[in-house]
């Protein structure tokens, strides 16, 4: 909910560079929100609210990719999204493989479609949810954009074009980070020689890998915002006693 009033509050901070479907939409997303205000709170309701965010939600992002100009903002916009979704993607994969679930074959359908990559694994490998394709398929494809490495070298692309214009300072804790991911070898995973205690060392060593790679993002974002929407000056600034 308090998501959704900051959506509302940025959107009405620039009403006028919106156009009137995209307002509509807002307005629309706004209703539903307040119409499940002061009302006890029905699992069915709330998973019929969250459908309709999601579908909502959608829109908006259609909104985003046909209809803004390709300034400034949007490349902000764009380079926000992607690292949201690295992070949200390391965490919630480093959560699953230190869970213990990640022999669990419902687990690895749940998690497929937390990745929004079922299709996907049922279209190349007519098989049933197996731990290495699925980490694969998620962590190491480079096709695939709601993969850990595809959106990590969009992000990576994305602050290159952006140090062009700005000279924004190397990025090297996340390019060491991509390169550890892109050597990380799932056929370690498979070797006879490990028992299931090693096989664990591995998978936590592959949470740490995330969970770095969702930290190192994080760093990026705050220097983004120091960079360019602190419009304070340090000098300026008071702290009080």
């Given at each position: 909910?308090?998501?959704l009033?900051r959506?509302?509050?940025?959107?009405?901070?620039v009403?006028?560079k919106?156009?009137?479907?995209?307002?509509q939409?807002?307005?629309?997303?706004q209703?539903?929100?307040?119409?499940?205000?002061?009302?006890?709170a029905?699992?069915?309701e709330?998973?019929?609210?969250?459908?309709?965010?999601?579908m909502?939600?959608?829109?908006?992002?259609g909104?985003?990719?046909?209809d803004?100009t390709?300034?400034?903002?949007?490349?902000?916009l764009?380079l926000?999204?992607?690292?949201?979704r690295?992070?949200?993607?390391?965490?919630?994969?480093?959560?699953?493989?230190?869970?213990?679930?990640?022999?669990?074959?419902?687990a690895l359908?749940?998690?497929?479609?937390l990745?929004n990559?079922?299709?996907?694994?049922?279209?190349?490998?007519?098989a049933?949810?197996q731990?290495i394709?699925?980490l694969?398929?998620l962590l190491?494809?480079?096709?695939?954009?709601?993969?850990?490495?595809?959106?990590?070298?969009?992000?990576?692309?994305?602050?290159?074009?952006l140090d062009?214009?700005?000279?924004?300072p190397?990025?090297?804790?996340?390019?060491?980070?991509?390169?550890q991911?892109?050597?990380?070898?799932l056929?370690?995973?498979?070797?006879?020689?490990?028992?299931?205690?090693?096989?664990?060392a591995?998978?936590?060593?592959?949470a740490?890998?995330?969970?770095?790679i969702?930290?190192?993002?994080g760093?990026?974002?705050?220097?983004?915002?120091?960079?360019?929407?602190?419009?304070?000056?340090?000098s300026?600034r008071?702290?009080?006693?």
């Amino acid at each position: 909910r308090a998501n959704l009033q900051r959506l509302q509050w940025a959107a009405g901070s620039v009403r006028g560079k919106l156009s009137q479907a995209n307002w509509q939409a807002l307005v629309e997303l706004q209703r539903e929100a307040q119409a499940l205000e002061g009302q006890p709170a029905d699992f069915g309701e709330l998973l019929d609210f969250l459908n309709r965010l999601l579908m909502s939600l959608a829109a908006l992002s259609g909104f985003a990719l046909d209809d803004m100009t390709r300034d400034d903002g949007w490349r902000f916009l764009m380079l926000g999204r992607c690292i949201e979704r690295l992070q949200f993607l390391c965490d919630a994969f480093a959560g699953f493989l230190r869970s213990g679930a990640a022999t669990d074959q419902s687990a690895l359908e749940w998690l497929l479609e937390l990745g929004n990559s079922s299709i996907t694994y049922r279209t190349r490998y007519l098989a049933s949810a197996q731990l290495i394709p699925v980490l694969d398929l998620l962590l190491l494809d480079e096709q695939n954009p709601h993969a850990v490495i595809f959106q990590l070298r969009t992000l990576l692309r994305s602050l290159q074009r952006l140090d062009e214009r700005f000279e924004l300072p190397a990025q090297l804790p996340l390019q060491e980070l991509e390169a550890q991911l892109a050597g990380f070898d799932l056929a370690c995973l498979e070797n006879s020689l490990f028992g299931p205690g090693s096989i664990r060392a591995v998978l936590e060593g592959l949470a740490d890998l995330l969970a770095a790679i969702s930290q190192a993002a994080g760093t990026v974002s705050d220097q983004l915002g120091l960079r360019f929407f602190v419009h304070v000056d340090a000098s300026q600034r008071t702290q009080s006693s």
